[in-house]
Each structure stands twice: as structure tokens, then as C-alpha cells.
């Protein structure tokens, strides 16, 4: 009987990598997270396809200020307190 191949196991948190290069990654994480719950909320509120993208677009610059505003007064209080 062979024996079954160890599984590599890798760890995708490398402390050595940039913060700025970690910062990009949940950001373009969340663009299209953003985008998927802004169409869904839309869609579940309107049935004609014009409608949907407008109050869509709309959805998602208030979420996306929301967050930008969020991860600001975070970034502010950690420079703050350094």
C-alpha cells in the first residue's frame, strides 16, 4: 500500500510583506464585495434594470464613502496612538 503524499500546508499571512501591499489586497478584496451587495440590495428593491444599476450606484459610493470613512478614523487613531 503507497503512502498518501503530506499536504503542504501553506500560510497565506506573511508577516514579512508590506502593510501598504497588505492594505491594497483588502481593498481590492472589497471592491467587488461592495459591488455584489449593492446589486442585490438594488434588486431587491426594483424590478426595472435601469433602476436597479441607478439606486446600485448610488448604494455603492454611500458604502464605499462609509468605509473609506471608517478605515480613515481608524488610521487616524492609530497614528495617534504610536
Known amino acids: 500500500m503507497l503512502a ?3 499536504v503542504r500546508r ?3 499571512y506573511n508577516p514579512n510583506t ?4 497588505r492594505r491594497l489586497t483588502m481593498i481590492y478584496t472589497a ?9 442585490c440590495y438594488a434588486a431587491t ?6 433602476s436597479i444599476f ?3 450606484l448610488y448604494f455603492g459610493g454611500w458604502l464605499s464613502f462609509a468605509i473609506l470613512l471608517v478605515i480613515g478614523i481608524m488610521e ?7
Open 54 to 56: 441607478r439606486h446600485a
Open 45 to 50: 428593491r426594483f424590478e426595472d434594470l435601469r
Open 31 to 39: 471592491i467587488p464585495v461592495v459591488m455584489v451587495f449593492s446589486l
Open 4 to 6: 498518501a503524499a503530506p
Open 10 to 12: 501553506t500560510n497565506t
Open 18 to 21: 508590506p502593510r501598504r501591499a
Open 76 to 82: 487616524l487613531i492609530q497614528w495617534y496612538l504610536r
